[in-house]
């Protein structure tokens, strides 16, 4: 399963780039108004730091809007994928990239039928939102597994990028019900090396490798 960064803070990518955990970024309006930055600016750089896909979303509500937003952002980076959501006017708009050759990530996914709808519009990536669900009471994990069985019996080609995860669980889930990518925050990415018998298991080989007195260098 491929990892994505979700941030559009260029100094957390380069602190985490190092790992090789990083496959590529996701941001969103949210994320940009956070890094108090120009969009295209941000995008450049991030594009100029990671190989992989990055991610942009167009704001815009209406087809014709979107359509030039999108463009816009591809034309940053030949790795900008651009970020649109699931509305009508949305896989309008992902039909329209998708014959020009411009990939597409389609957002704000909560059902397996809008998940067929978008790979009908041939969007290259579709976002379901884990997180989101959960808290409505539904299974987000369950909805992943859903896309998955649905796009390998009808051989849609679009990639499950696995959305709104907020903790381990929500990774571990999403990674066993078959998604090809997930997006984490740095934070949660972090966390998913911790474990509290790593850290005793540690200390304890530690304590007993002092207690030899030897270095290896």
Not at 9 to 37: C, E, F, H, Q, W
Not at 163 to 185: F, K, Q, Y
């Amino acid at each position: 399963m491929k990892i994505f960064l979700d941030t559009a803070d260029v100094n957390v990518i380069k602190d985490i780039l190092p790992t090789g955990m990083v496959d590529g970024v996701t941001t969103n309006p949210s994320l940009i108004a956070k890094s108090g930055r120009n969009i295209a600016e941000v995008i450049a750089e991030i594009c100029a730091l990671v190989e992989g896909p990055i991610s942009a979303e167009a704001v815009a509500t209406d087809y014709e809007t979107m359509v030039m937003e999108g463009e816009k952002l591809a034309a940053i980076h030949k790795n900008v994928v651009v970020k649109l959501p699931l509305t009508w006017d949305g896989l309008r708009a992902t039909r329209t990239f998708t014959d020009r050759g411009i990939k597409t990530n389609v957002t704000l996914c909560f059902s397996a039928a809008q998940a067929m709808l978008a790979a009908k519009a041939g969007a290259t990536f579709i976002s379901p939102f884990v997180g989101r669900l959960d808290d409505h009471g539904a299974d987000g994990g369950l909805l992943i597994e859903e896309i998955r069985a649905l796009y390998d019996m009808q051989d849609f080609k679009t990639e499950i990028l696995a959305a709104s995860l907020r903790n381990t669980a929500h990774v571990e889930a999403a990674a066993i019900a078959g998604a090809n990518a997930a997006t984490l925050p740095p934070e949660v990415l972090k966390g998913l090396v911790k474990h509290p018998l790593t850290d005793k298991g540690l200390d304890a080989f530690l304590a007993d490798w002092g207690k030899t007195g030897q270095s290896i260098l």
